[in-house]
């Protein structure tokens, strides 16, 4: 992949999953599982790719339903198939990879930052509504819904979908306590339900 021109921006140490860019590839990001990864006993990398875009698709309709564009986004994504030249992988999963547009992202540290600063009780409103229609069960991390450039925030990981329930205590550390204090009062109104 790196004589091809494409820049590593890393493996994702639980899924395994490789992320790069390609400079003909303006906007968009591609993730592929490498001809080394052993599906044993794991999701197959195709159905990984068709649980991410169905992801994607079941958020997007709820931002818009929300009219909630302003705040939140989340990427298109695109499953495209590979060349047979291209993988010598014997396994057929393998034959493809997933475009995702690039949500221009923060860096870890400042994306940290906004979220301990963030003020904003409909944000959290939004966001508590979008995770519970949607079974967003491990999403609620600031890696997995990081703010952007553009000041919106973006669901990046879309795979763990329509499972409940949702574990909302996984934003609690992001947060300052005051907004803790609303989240978790949130939470529990749904967790008493």
Same mark, same amino acid.
């Given at each position: ?16 999953? *490789? ?10 990001? !591609?993730?592929?599982?490498?001809? $080394? ?9 195709? #159905? ?16 818009? @339903? ?5 705040? *939140? +986004?989340?990427?298109?994504? =695109? #499953? ?7 993988? @010598? @992988?014997?396994?057929?999963? %393998? %034959?493809?990879?997933? !475009?995702?547009?690039?949500?221009? #992202?923060?860096?870890?540290?400042? /994306?940290?930052?906004? =979220?301990? &600063? ?10 508590? $509504?979008?995770? +519970? ?5 491990? @999403?609620?991390?600031?890696? /997995? #819904?990081? *703010? &952007? ?14 499972? =409940? ?10 947060? /300052? ?5 609303? =989240? ?6 749904? /967790?008493?339900?």
């Amino acid at each position: 992949m790196k004589i091809s021109g494409f820049t590593p921006l890393q493996e994702r140490e639980v899924t395994k999953i *490789f992320v790069a860019k390609h400079p003909e590839l303006k906007g968009y990001v !591609i993730k592929i599982y490498l001809d $080394t990864y052993r599906t044993r006993g794991k999701e197959p990398p195709l #159905i990984y790719y068709i649980t991410r875009a169905k992801g994607a698709a079941l958020i997007q309709t709820s931002i818009d @339903s929300l009219e909630a564009s302003e705040t *939140f +986004k989340t990427p298109r994504k =695109w #499953i495209y198939p590979l060349p047979e030249h291209v993988s @010598s @992988s014997k396994d057929p999963t %393998h %034959h493809f990879l997933l !475009i995702v547009e690039d949500m221009g #992202i923060l860096p870890r540290k400042d /994306n940290c930052q906004k =979220w301990k &600063c963030l003020r904003d009780h409909q944000t959290l409103d939004l966001l508590h $509504t979008i995770v +519970k229609e949607n079974g967003l069960h491990d @999403s609620l991390t600031a890696p /997995n #819904i990081p *703010f &952007c450039h553009d000041g919106k925030i973006a669901f990046v990981d879309t795979a763990v979908n329509l499972r =409940w329930p949702v574990r909302y205590s996984k934003l609690d550390k992001y947060l /300052n306590p005051k907004m803790r204090a609303y =989240w978790q009062k949130l939470s529990s109104r749904e /967790n008493a339900k």
